[in-house]
């Protein structure tokens, strides 16, 4: 695991062909009451190729759809994935993770 070097947002590209899979793992959402934060970035993925996500990363907004009043998980899943091309996604870190 890295150790994020500061708490400010950040903007990661992340390029994905249809149908791969982006290589995170959520967890939280409106419906649990807390933030979209990244419970697990897989070795080799497209995110991790990044190098710009850490596990307990808040997702803040994907593609330019941000959200200020929380959003469902499964929504958040859906922006994600998407069909292909470049996922832009503003990510922030948040200390001390619920689980």
Known sequence: ???VPDA?????VI?????DPLGISIRGGAEHNLP?????IAEGGPAASTRGFFVGDEVLAVSSARWECGLQG???DSLLRGV???RR???GHVLG???
């Open 74 to 76: 499964a929504k958040t």
């Open 1 to 3: 695991m890295r150790i």
């Open 89 to 91: 996604v503003l990510a």
């Open 15 to 19: 390029y994905k062909r249809s149908g």
């Open 8 to 12: 400010r947002e950040r903007e990661v």
């Open 36 to 40: 979209i934060l990244l419970s697990d």
């Open 97 to 99: 993770l619920p689980w």
């Open 84 to 86: 292909g091309g470049n």
